[in-house]
Structures are given as structure tokens and as C-alpha cells.
């Protein structure tokens, strides 16, 4: 019997010496992982009148440029937004507004209590005087000593409003343009006598030129606010409230970082380094 237990004990322990360990199954490879797409930015489309140097203008290839247009595209940046440029006719910007065919007027557009009856802004982005340009020769001492002259204004601009307030009640013909460039036109060819504009304006787009040599700012600066209102913003829909208040935060954090100040300089140091902002 012992002989028996004996030989069954050797043999477990030869089937057991025999028997190899199996290594545990490897671990299947993760898929990977597919990583989602970056969404593309959403755009902001953004109204122009390119016709208002240098504010907005375009480059000799066709370019849109200027503060408004450094401007806009600064403030897109901030709120990570994609600009869109559309031109527009000015006196076609609140009503193309209006209709969706854009999300903001950035384009020199003055907050008026009139502007405010149809239309939001944000806060100011700058504000600027405007001014009485005529000919070197005229003796200019309020609206009354040009009375019989013809002064060329932007349409549906503040400065129309003005005009219309101001000059022709004085007996001055006050004639209206679809762009302020079209007035400078007309003042080289001998059809008019001078314009009302934004004196930043008028000195980089017009005084400052060959055609405008025989020409001069007259008069005081023009700030009364119930003409001019109280400075340029970004026209939106009534409604956009979170848009605007991103805007609002832009504005100020371009203004914090010396972004505006840059874009500011690179436009105006020639102004006696005007800081366009104002009061």
C-alpha cells in the first residue's frame, strides 16, 4: 500500500513539474481617440462705408483699411470672433442694419439721440470735432458770412444735420453726397465752395492732399452734442444685449493693453498726436 501512495505521489509531482504557467492574455490596444475639430471662429459681419479717409478707405489694391477697420479687427480678436467686412452706402447703414445684412456698424457712426430712436451702440470708441472748411480767401465769421456758398456734406451724416441746422438757415446752399469722398470731387472741380466734416477726417482726406492747398478749417470746433452726439460707437440691433457687452469689454480691454493707443498712434501722430478718444 505504502509502495502504491508512493508511486501515485511521484507521479503528481512529474505532471505538476511538467505543466507550464500560462501567461495572462495581453491587454487589447485602446482605440484611439478621435479628436474633435476645432470649430472655426464665428464671424461677426461688420458694415463699412470705405470712403472716409482715414477712418475707412481702401488700398490701391482694394483693401479695406483704416481706424474704424483696425479698430474692428482688434476688438474681433478680443471676443474671438471672425471680422466680415461689407461695404455699405452710408445713408443705407441703419436701415441694411436693420435687415440682418450685417451684425454691427463700425464706420465712424456717431451716437445721436435720433440714431438712438431705431438702433443700440455700444460705448464710444472715439469722438472727434468736425469743422467748417472753406477757401483760403474767404473771410469766414459765422454761418452768415458764407451765406451764398455752396457746402457739400456726407447724406444722413452729423454733419448734414448741421448743415441743415445751422448753415442753411443762414442762407448757405447745403448740397448732400453718398460719400464724403464725392464731396472732395466736386470741390476741386469748381462746383462747390467747401464741405462740413470731421476734422480728422477732412485734414488727412482732403487739407492735407494737392487739391486741398487753397483750403482751411474755419470757425470753432463742432462738438454740440445735438448735432454731433457724443462720439463715434458700434451701431447693433436693439436686443443684442450680449453682443454689446462683449463689444463693451473689448473696447475696454483694447484701451487697458495699448492696443488702441498703437492703432491711435499709427493713424493720428501726425495730428500733433491727437488721441482720437477724446473727452
Avoid: H
Avoid at 474755419?218 to 454740440?224: F, I, K, T
Wanted: with cysteine; hydrophobic share 40%; charged share 25%.
Amino acid at each position: 500500500m505504502n509502495k502504491l501512495l508512493l508511486a501515485v505521489a511521484v507521479a503528481s509531482m512529474l505532471v505538476a513539474c511538467g505543466k507550464k504557467e500560462e501567461a495572462p492574455a495581453a491587454a487589447a490596444p485602446a482605440a484611439p481617440v478621435a479628436s474633435a475639430p476645432v470649430a472655426a471662429p464665428a464671424e461677426l459681419k461688420v458694415a463699412i462705408d470705405p470712403t472716409y479717409e482715414p477712418f475707412t478707405f481702401k488700398t490701391g489694391d482694394g483693401k479695406p483699411t483704416g481706424f474704424d477697420v483696425d479698430i474692428a479687427s482688434a476688438l474681433c480678436e478680443q471676443i474671438k470672433r471672425k471680422c466680415v467686412f461689407v461695404e455699405q452706402v452710408w445713408d443705407s447703414m441703419i436701415p441694411g442694419l436693420m435687415a440682418k445684412k450685417y451684425d454691427a456698424i463700425i464706420s465712424s457712426m456717431s451716437i445721436t439721440e435720433e440714431r438712438l430712436a431705431q438702433i443700440d451702440f455700444t460705448d464710444k470708441y472715439y469722438n472727434t470735432p468736425s469743422r467748417v472748411v472753406v477757401k483760403s480767401t474767404v473771410k469766414f465769421d459765422g454761418p452768415a458770412s458764407i451765406k451764398g456758398k455752396k457746402i457739400g456734406v456726407l447724406k444722413a451724416s452729423t454733419q448734414e444735420k448741421y448743415a441743415l441746422g445751422e448753415l442753411k438757415t443762414a442762407g448757405v446752399t447745403v448740397v448732400s453726397y453718398e460719400a464724403q469722398d464725392q464731396v472732395y470731387l466736386d470741390i476741386k472741380a469748381g462746383r462747390l465752395d467747401g464741405t462740413v466734416a470731421d476734422f480728422v477726417e477732412v485734414t488727412g482726406g482732403f487739407l492735407s492732399k494737392p487739391e486741398g492747398k487753397d483750403y482751411q478749417l474755419v470757425g470753432p470746433e463742432l462738438y454740440e452734442p445735438k448735432y454731433f452726439g457724443i462720439g463715434a460707437g458700434i451701431g447693433l440691433r436693439k436686443g443684442e444685449e450680449a453682443l454689446k457687452a462683449e463689444l463693451n469689454g473689448a473696447i475696454k480691454a483694447i484701451r487697458a493693453n495699448g492696443t488702441y493707443k498703437t492703432l491711435n498712434d499709427k493713424y493720428f501722430a501726425k495730428f500733433n498726436n491727437l488721441d482720437v478718444y477724446g473727452k
